[in-house]
Structures are given as structure tokens and as C-alpha cells.
């Protein structure tokens, strides 16, 4: 079963947080009224949002919150993994086990997005990689026995530089061997890093637990040229039983983007869930 999820925040995230609406009654009441299934919540820190007022606008339109995003914890609080100074690691630290305790609350997994950092100019890939092994590892062992998973979101170059495609992401976590660190591909990335979409999906189906849709111009799935249907077979190739999370470009404005994905998605997934 496929679920669809919009990428939301509260309504004092950044102008660059990368959503489709902002405020929270207002993101959930017009999440439910387009068709969606979940909302993906952006935040830079837990306490942004209460988590009983959250659960009870969810509840009361019968949404779920599968994912926390956390690309603001590096664009808003310059706060990433391969921190050299282990003061702002331990902080990054801080920041996402209080991440981890509301996902755990909302049953939702947080996202390492630009969060997980990059190799600083004059050292080697290696020394960046060692320090975000040991603080994923320290997060993964705060969420596991919280039930929580972390997924790490391959991001294209022009935007960092250090986990850039699927396979990367997929090598690296292998070096974390950490049992609830998964993958989080963003098909927007993948156009620009990976050989392929759907052929990537398949190989890594292991690790993708969720999986961000956009259209190759960022635009909502159906305004660009990636090919969905195709997409859909590799997903009913691999079982994939989860949710995929609409990040698009809020434009022309942020209602008309919202509509446009979904109902370019509704039927492919109608047909997946149906099958
Ligand atoms: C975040 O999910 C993302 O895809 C990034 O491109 C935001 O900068
Ligand atoms: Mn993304």
C-alpha cells in the first residue's frame, strides 16, 4: 500500500523552508480537504510545535504525520553531523533526540537531510564520512528502543557535497550498520545523480523506507517530464509498502501545486493500492 503525504511547516520556518504550506491547523485542515494521507512536518526544533495540539488536528481529520523533515536544523541553525568542533555536534545531538522523542509521539521517522553535513574544504571525504558514523550511530541508538527510524536523504550536488546519490547514501549506511537507518530518496536528487529512478529504487529496496516525489523541475508530478507510471512499476516490483512525500515548489501558489500533485498521483495510486 502506497500513502501520500504533503511536506508542511509551522508558520514561522524560514522563507527557505522547503514547503508546500505553512501553519499547522491550517496545513492539516487543507491537507485532509485535498485528498492526502499525511502531512511531512519541517521543523528546526521539536518545541516549534505541541504534540498533543498536533496529534488532535490529525486525529480529528484521520491524517497521520509519517515523517519529520529537518533540512532547517542545517539552513536555520547551521547545525550538521560532520561538525569538526564537537561542541556543535553534541548539539546537533541535542536537537535531533528532542526530534526523535515528538516523532515518537506523532510515530513519525526523522529525516537526515542537509543536516547530515559535508566535507570541509582541504580535508579528505573520510574524515567527514568517520564523524557522521559517529553521530548517526549515537542518534540511531537514542531511537531505536523509541521505536523511531532515521532516514537519510541523498541531496544533489549543487546543494552539498557529501551524500549525493542513492548508491552513496546506500554505502554509507552500511558503514553506520545501524538496524532503523534507512534511505530516503528524493526523485528531484535522483534526476540529477542517479542512472535511473526506478532502477535505483529497486537495487536499494532494502533500505528506501520513504520517498520524496517532485517532478524533474521540482514542479508538482505531472508539470515536468518524469515518467510516474514507470516509477509506480518499479515501486510494484520492489513491494514498496509506504508512504511517498510530496516536496514540490509552491507554484504557481501553494493551493494549486497541492492539487496538481495529487491528481496527477490519486489514480497511479488507486491503481497500485487496488492491485
Ligand atoms: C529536502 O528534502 C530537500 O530535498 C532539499 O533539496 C532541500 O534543500
Ligand atoms: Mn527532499
Known amino acids: 500500500m502506497i500513502k501520500v503525504a504533503v511536506a508542511v511547516a509551522t508558520e514561522d520556518a524560514m522563507p527557505s523552508a522547503f514547503v508546500v504550506w505553512r501553519g499547522i491547523e491550517d496545513s492539516i485542515r487543507k491537507a485532509a480537504e485535498f485528498g492526502y494521507d499525511g502531512i511531512e512536518l519541517a521543523l528546526k526544533t521539536a518545541d516549534q510545535v505541541n504534540p498533543e495540539h498536533v496529534k488532535r ?15 532547517q536544523v542545517f539552513a536555520a541553525l547551521d547545525l550538521y553531523f560532520t561538525a ?7 548539539e546537533v545531538i541535542r536537537v535531533f533526540r528532542e526530534m526523535i522523542d515528538l516523532a515518537s509521539e506523532l510515530g513519525a521517522m526523522v529525516n537526515i537531510g542537509r543536516a547530515r553535513g559535508f566535507i570541509e574544504e582541504g580535508e579528505e571525504p573520510e574524515e567527514a564520512e568517520a564523524r557522521f558514523v559517529e553521530v ?9 528502543p523509541k521505536g523511531v527510524k532515521l532516514i537519510l536523504e541523498p541531496v544533489n ?7 549525493n546519490s542513492v548508491r552513496d547514501g546506500a554505502a554509507l549506511l552500511r558503514k553506520v550498520g545501524a538496524p532503523n537507518v534507512g534511505l530516503m530518496p528524493d526523485l ?6 542517479d542512472r ?3 532502477g535505483e529504487l529497486e537495487e536499494h529496496a532494502d533500505l528506501v523506507q520513504y520517498i520524496h516525489f517532485a517532478d524533474s523541475n521540482r514542479m508538482a508530478p505531472g508539470q515536468g517530464h ?16 509506504g ?12 493551493d494549486t501545486a497541492a492539487r496538481q500533485a495529487i491528481e496527477s498521483l490519486r489514480p497511479l495510486v488507486e491503481d497500485y493500492n487496488s492491485a
Not at 488536528?57 to 533540512?71: D, R, V
Not at 569538526?84 to 553534541?90: I, M, N, Q
Not at 518524469?226 to 509498502?241: G, I, K, Q
Not at 508512504?243 to 501553494?254: K, M, N, Y
Open 57 to 71: 488536528l490529525l486525529a480529528e481529520h484521520n491524517l497521520a504525520c509519517p515523517c519529520i523533515s529537518t533540512g
Open 84 to 90: 569538526r568542533d564537537e561542541a556543535r555536534r553534541r
Open 136 to 144: 548517526a550511530r549515537e542518534v540511531a541508538s537514542y531511537a531505536e
Open 157 to 163: 550536488r549543487y546543494e552539498i557535497n557529501f551524500v
Open 188 to 193: 528531484f536528487h535522483m534526476n540529477i545523480e
Open 196 to 198: 535511473t529512478l526506478g
Open 226 to 241: 518524469t515518467e510516474f507510471p514507470a516509477v509506480f512499476e518499479s515501486l510494484r516490483r520492489m513491494s514498496y509498502n
Open 243 to 254: 508512504w511517498v512525500s510530496v516536496e514540490i515548489l509552491p507554484e504557481p501558489d501553494p
